[in-house]
C-alpha cells in the first residue's frame, strides 16, 4: 500500500485537456520528483494530489483509502487530512500582514513539538534571521524557504511542492533537496515538481508529464525525454 495513489485521473479546465488517465504512486520514505514543460500540467496535478481541486475523473486514495468530502477540509478515518498532507504552492501562499515567525506558528498545534522544529527547520534552510520579517521585505527564494518551512514544521505524512527551489540558486536548490531526502527518509511521502533535471536525478523515482499523459521514469528515458 502507497501513501498516496492516483489512479485513472483526467483533469480538464473548461474545454481544455489537461491529464488523460494519469496514475502514480509515491510511498513512505520516498522522494519523487515531477517533471514536465512550462504549462504542462503539473500544478494541476498537485492541486487534485492535495484535494483543492477535483479531478474529471478518476481517484486518489490516501493510505488506501479515498477521504471524504462532504466534510471542509476532506477527512480520513473521520479526521481533517490536513496537515497530514500539506501542499505548498508556487505562488507561495504566506500571510502578507503576518512576520515569518507568525506565518509559521500560524497552524501551531499542542501535539506538534513546533518549538524545536522551528528553530531547526529555520536554520537548515537558513531563515533563522528573517523570523522577524514580512513576506513583502523577503526575495523570492526566502519567501519559498520560510513557504517550505512552515510546511515542515508541522511534520506532515505526504509533502507535495509546486517548484519550490525555483528561485535558489545551485547551493541553496541542491540543500534544500537534501532536507527533502532527509525529511522523507523520516518517514513521509515527498512529491516535488521541478524544472531541474539533476534535482530530479536525485530523487527515487521520477514522473513526467508529456502531451497530456503521466509517465513514469521508465517510460520517459524510453521516449528521450
Known amino acids: 500500500m502507497h501513501d ?4 485513472e485521473l483526467t483533469i480538464v479546465k473548461g474545454a481544455h485537456l489537461v491529464l488523460r488517465d494519469a496514475s502514480l ?12 514543460p512550462s504549462g504542462s500540467g503539473k500544478t ?10 477535483l479531478p474529471t475523473s478518476g481517484v486518489v486514495r490516501l493510505w488506501g ?28 501562499a504566506l500571510w502578507p500582514h503576518l512576520t515569518i ?29 528573517l523570523l522577524a520579517r514580512r513576506p513583502a521585505h523577503l526575495s523570492q527564494g526566502q519567501r519559498q524557504r520560510a513557504a ?18 525555483s528561485a535558489l540558486d545551485d547551493r541553496l536548490a541542491n540543500k534544500v533537496w537534501g532536507i527533502l531526502r532527509e525529511f522523507a527518509k523520516s518517514g513521509a511521502a515527498v512529491l516535488a515538481s521541478t524544472h531541474d533535471s539533476s534535482l530530479a536525478e536525485q530523487c527515487d ?10 509517465a513514469s521514469r521508465q517510460l520517459c528515458c524510453q521516449e528521450g525525454h
Open 4 to 7: 498516496l495513489e492516483a489512479a
Open 25 to 36: 504512486q509515491v510511498g513512505c520514505g520516498s522522494l519523487t520528483a515531477l517533471t514536465g
Open 44 to 53: 494541476s496535478l498537485l492541486r487534485v494530489l492535495a484535494f483543492i481541486d
Open 65 to 92: 483509502k479515498e477521504p471524504s468530502r462532504e466534510d471542509d477540509p476532506p477527512t480520513i478515518d473521520s479526521g481533517p487530512i490536513y496537515p497530514l498532507v500539506m501542499y505548498v504552492p508556487q505562488t507561495l
Open 101 to 129: 515567525h507568525d506565518n509559521l506558528s500560524f497552524a501551531h498545534n499542542s501535539r506538534f513539538r513546533y518549538d524545536s522544529e522551528l528553530v531547526t527547520t529555520s536554520h537548515d534552510l537558513e531563515i533563522d534571521d
Open 148 to 165: 517550505l518551512a512552515r510546511a515542515l514544521v508541522l511534520r506532515p505524512k505526504i509533502l507535495l511542492l509546486d517548484e519550490v527551489t
Open 205 to 214: 523515482n521520477i514522473y513526467c508529464i508529456r502531451d497530456n499523459m503521466l
